[in-house]
């Protein structure tokens, strides 16, 4: 007769740590979490409704389920002030990355071009989640992007963002419509005509 008040064999025990890494292993990363970081603790503890795994996942917002404006100050590794108040009455992408970021650096000429076609129409920012300035600009020098990023290595961005939409990983890019308010999210390395075809929709959107 098995005595129910001794505690499980330590084997048990093992075997389902074993099963529990395993089924972990087993999710696909998509992109470069940052486990660290207060954006990543405070996207987990979301209900993901709607999210979609995957590299370069796309979830579009209907008008009346976004959020209100976003409203963020900050600083440009150039020193350029950034208001988001500022920005009203253009769509606006943000683009989350960091240097050493495969990702980022595969998405980083699509977004050049794209900030080259929709120029005077579309404002681009960058929100780099690591880096300090140096390795940030060397970036920017290397992948010739046109636009300025803000410096997050303090997660103030990536945590005031989770009241508007999770980002969920690095890269992750996304459009604001003409009111300020997040339209779309792309998480992963963004397609060059996914991106086009979301920025093209907020400027002819009528709001």
């Given at each position: 007769?098995?005595?129910s008040s001794?505690?499980?064999?330590?084997?048990?025990r093992r075997a389902?740590?074993r099963?529990m890494?395993?089924?972990?292993?087993?999710?696909?990363l998509a992109?470069?979490t940052?486990?660290d970081?207060?954006?990543?603790?405070q996207a987990?503890?979301?209900d993901n409704?709607?999210?979609?795994?995957?590299?370069?996942?796309?979830?579009?917002?209907?008008?009346a389920a976004?959020t209100?404006?976003?409203q963020?100050?900050?600083?440009?590794?150039q020193?350029t002030?950034?208001?988001?108040a500022n920005?009203v009455?253009s769509?606006?992408?943000?683009?989350?990355?960091?240097?050493?970021?495969?990702p980022?650096?595969i998405?980083?000429?699509?977004?050049r071009?794209?900030?080259?076609?929709f120029?005077g129409q579309v404002q681009?920012?960058?929100v780099?989640?690591?880096?300090?300035?140096?390795a940030?600009?060397?970036?920017?020098?290397?992948?010739?992007?046109?636009?300025?990023s803000?410096?997050?290595t303090?997660g103030?961005?990536?945590l005031?963002m989770?009241?508007y939409?999770?980002?969920?990983?690095?890269p992750t890019?996304?459009v604001?419509?003409?009111?300020?308010?997040v339209?779309?999210?792309?998480i992963?390395?963004v397609e060059?005509?996914?991106?086009?075809?979301?920025?093209?929709?907020?400027l002819?959107?009528?709001?």
């Amino acid at each position: 007769m098995t005595d129910s008040s001794k505690p499980a064999p330590q084997l048990g025990r093992r075997a389902l740590m074993r099963s529990m890494l395993l089924a972990a292993a087993a999710v696909p990363l998509a992109a470069c979490t940052v486990k660290d970081d207060p954006l990543a603790q405070q996207a987990r503890a979301g209900d993901n409704k709607n999210y979609i795994a995957g590299d370069g996942a796309v979830e579009e917002y209907a008008v009346a389920a976004r959020t209100e404006p976003v409203q963020i100050t900050a600083e440009t590794y150039q020193g350029t002030k950034v208001d988001f108040a500022n920005y009203v009455g253009s769509p606006v992408v943000m683009n989350f990355w960091y240097a050493a970021c495969a990702p980022c650096r595969i998405e980083a000429p699509h977004l050049r071009k794209l900030n080259e076609q929709f120029a005077g129409q579309v404002q681009f920012l960058g929100v780099n989640v690591r880096d300090e300035k140096e390795a940030a600009l060397a970036f920017e020098r290397s992948f010739e992007i046109p636009y300025e990023s803000v410096q997050d290595t303090g997660g103030e961005i990536q945590l005031a963002m989770t009241q508007y939409v999770p980002l969920q990983a690095v890269p992750t890019t996304l459009v604001l419509d003409r009111n300020g308010r997040v339209r779309a999210r792309v998480i992963g390395a963004v397609e060059e005509s996914t991106l086009r075809s979301l920025i093209q929709t907020a400027l002819d959107e009528e709001l």
